[in-house]
């Protein structure tokens, strides 16, 4: 159990262009999503949380026009990058967090999607 | 801000040894939880113990154990008797308790990469 799928795991793009992101948790309801950066060779960066059926919360620094994140439903959210360019190439990942049973509620995290902006 | 330390960027061990990865962590709840994760090559964040704060006793998962020192703020992975599908990038987190809703962010420090000798 708890498991959470990212679609695509890979997409290349061209710069201007936006590219959606899914994130679904496969086997439980997942009342708050994650959304991460990755650079090479670092630790997570967390970018956003969002909560179903509300606006995300992003971090300080990161551009939410740019990012932008839906969370339609207890098992779906998405990361729409917009107006891509070749700095947003980056490994981003999602986690869902479990909300029932009993604390501390984990982060289960998908596999990853490696943008590359061309 | 809670902030997590890994201080040591890479270690490596002798398969079969013995390695202890170290993590301190600042905070000014009393309140929370402690993970390590395992980030292979294939970047899937995998969990590989947690602890609770309010727990005296320390976490183990099989040949993974950790050392919990509340008052220093310190949390080490001791890993026994590594295997070679033990070589990845190890992630130290803090996950406060600010309700049981589920939605706390983690933070995570910066990694240490565990490569073993075979």
């Known amino acids: 159990g708890a498991v959470v799928s990212q679609h695509p795991s890979w997409v290349i793009c061209k710069s201007g262009t936006s590219v959606k992101i899914e994130c679904r948790s496969l086997?439980?309801?997942?009342?708050?999503m994650f959304w991460y950066r990755q650079f090479p060779k670092q630790s997570l960066m967390l970018m956003a949380t969002?909560?179903?059926?509300?606006?995300?919360?992003?971090e300080q620094g990161v551009e939410k026009d740019k990012f932008l994140i839906n969370h339609a439903s207890l098992t779906l959210s998405t990361l729409t990058v917009t107006s891509a360019h070749p700095e947003d190439s980056s490994f981003y990942i999602c986690?869902?967090?479990?909300?029932?049973?009993?604390?501390?509620?984990?982060?289960?995290f998908g596999p990853g999607t490696r943008l590359t902006v061309t | 801000a809670q902030t997590v330390t890994q201080s040591q960027p890479e270690m490596s061990v002798q398969e079969a040894e013995t390695v202890t990865l170290s993590c301190t962590y600042d905070?000014?709840?009393?309140?929370?939880?402690l993970f390590w994760y395992k980030q292979p090559p294939s970047r899937q964040m995998i969990l590989v113990i947690r602890?609770?704060?309010?727990?005296?006793q320390n976490a183990t998962e099989n040949r993974f154990s950790v050392n919990f020192q509340k008052a220093a703020k310190s949390f080490s992975l001791k890993i026994s008797d590594s295997q070679l599908g033990d070589a990845a990038m190890y992630f130290c987190?803090?996950?406060?308790?600010?309700?049981?809703?589920?939605?706390?962010?983690?933070?995570f420090g910066t990694g240490t990469r565990l490569t073993i000798i075979p």
């Open positions: 986690s869902a967090s479990r909300t029932s049973g009993l604390p501390p509620y984990e982060q289960y």
């Open positions: 086997d439980f309801q997942a009342t708050t």
């Open positions: 969002s909560n179903e059926g509300s606006k995300a919360t992003y």
């Open positions: 905070t000014s709840e009393s309140d929370y939880y």
């Open positions: 602890q609770e704060a309010y727990k005296q």
């Open positions: 987190a803090y996950k406060g308790v600010i309700s049981n809703f589920g939605n706390e962010k983690l933070t």
